[in-house]
């Protein structure tokens, strides 16, 4: 499985992007996917996953600002973003894993990533 991300760029704070993924290959089963990202001096963590039904889990420092969608027929994950902040700055990476994760967004819980794009807010 091949992941692909755009949409990333640079805003000011307050702004708002939606980050796409793009899933090619041979997909076997159902399955998850999740956006993670790695912020300046911190480890990869989750931002928000979605299982083969549609429940969604978003990490605590979301707040309502972002929200996660997926297209099981065209196996696209989409991420809107809005009322960013600087802190929000990072590279941001699409995740995928079939079946479902016992923790969504545990890195640990998936095998598929993209190559991440860039978002940078600026204050």
């Known amino acids: 499985v091949d992941l692909v991300e755009s949409g990333g760029g640079s805003v000011q704070a307050g702004g708002s992007l939606t980050l796409s993924c793009a899933a090619s290959g041979h997909f076997y089963s159902t399955y998850s996917m999740a956006w993670f990202r790695q912020t300046p001096g911190k480890e990869r963590e989750g931002v928000a996953a979605?299982?083969?039904?549609?429940?969604?889990d978003y990490a605590d420092f979301v707040e309502g600002r972002f929200t996660i969608s997926k297209d099981n027929a065209k196996n696209a994950l989409s991420l809107q973003m809005h009322s960013l902040k600087p802190e929000d700055t990072g590279m941001y990476y699409c995740a995928l894993r079939f079946g479902t994760a016992v923790d969504p967004l545990d890195r640990e819980s998936y095998n598929h990533w993209g190559q991440g794009t860039q978002v940078t807010v600026s204050s």
């Open positions: 979605i299982d083969p039904v549609d429940s969604i």
